[in-house]
């Protein structure tokens, strides 16, 4: 029961914190869209994706190790802190010396500047990564999400700050850099954790098997997620990858919020059960439903407003993000199934067969990818869409070696209501896009959102829902304890 409750307690934190972060990520992603061009945010990807590819060497993999090892002593902690200092430090001396060629690449000097500024990002995370690890590992996320939370409050405010003065793409740097800042900060002043003057490469070699093989699958799952922006940032232009990732990013807040916020929790709680493995499935199912739950509406709901809110809040020039935006989110539905299975996977093997998997995946994107970059960037981006859902196939087959209950049908199955009740939703929303042609995209806008809401919930609640009442009972449980300690 204690375990439960604090499972319970880390989604509903974790989930506040990253629907309270994309919303204001979005609210400030909007305000620097009126301020910034195409290019400053087609600079900000090429860097982004580069060293996207190169973060996971930063951590190699050792954090999940010591969140599923059972037994953990200082050592650990300190050797790993040192490890990751270590590499991070030589990756960013790697950056800057071949940012004058990266430069030269893409044909865009303002990237010797950015390159060594923005890297600092692997080195300043590093310090943090074992305070991070340690909160997981507790199940702790209360603090992780109001220290992410209050960065991302800092480094907004700062952006805007600095967009309005006529920073440009810095506003963006400072954005990320702040960032991060903020939460080391936060955690290496609020944390009890400190390194001791000690290194076992003993404690290494033991996380070194399993480390390693998360290791090459993060490598490689990086270098397939960010390899369209660089790309598109070479093939087309900078400009064109500022719409693309303009719409990404916008698909990603929500996404990505949830993908990060389910693998936090999920890893950390599921490796407790990982004996256990009927317990498990029904607490990865019932995480599957509370996200299906949440994430379709989220997307249909994206592509059936998506003009609307571009034209009411934006300026005209960043319409050519709206096709973009709207594929991208199809591949948002496809995230619970896979990414949860995924976790699956992580807990129950040794490390090798991700790998293997990982290989398997990313020869049908290779595929994919070669198809499709030399059409279009609407190609590119309904080849993520195709990537994503191969992802979920092969993720949700892989499972099922380990929990012979979870398989894609029951999953199928599971998800059949929230997929009903989100038809339903869309239907609404297409038909008063129809009925209000002569209304402005504000009123427009305002009037599809409430009625989407409206009917999605209260549909939920007339048929009472199993993701809904989860989904209360966590708000009730949370405001009874705000009451008693009054």
Known sequence: MELKRSVVKGVAWSTVEKVCSALLQLAVSLVLLSLLSPDDYGIIAIVTAIIGILMPLVDSGFSQALIRKKEIDKADYSSVFYLNMAVALGLYAILVALSPFISEYYDSPVLLEVIPVLALLM??????????????????????????????????????????????????????????????????????WRPSLTFSWNSIKGMFSYGSRILLSDIITNVYYQISSLFIGKVYSVQDLGYYDRGNKIKELPVTSMIISVMNVSFSALSRMQEEVERMYNAARKIFIVWVFVMFPMMLGIITVAEDMFRFLLPEIWLPSVPYLQILCVAGLFSPLSVVSYVLVKVKSDGTLIFRIELIKKAVATLILLGTIPISIKAIAWGQVAIFLSDMLVNAITARHFVSSWTIWSKIKDALPYMLLTAVMSGVILLIGCLAVSWSAGWILLAKVVAGLVVYIGLAQLFKLTAWQEIKEILKGYYRKRLSNR
Do not use: E
């Open 123 to 192: 080195p300043i995370n590093a310090l943090s990564i074992i305070q991070n690890t340690i909160f997981s590992r507790d199940i702790n996320f209360k603090r992780l999400s109001i220290y992410t939370l209050t960065g991302s409050v800092v480094s907004s405010a700062v952006a805007i700050w600095m967009a309005l003065s006529g920073y440009g793409v810095w506003s963006l740097v400072a954005q990320r850099l702040i960032m991060i800042v903020t939460k080391t900060v936060l955690l290496w002043v609020f944390s009890t």
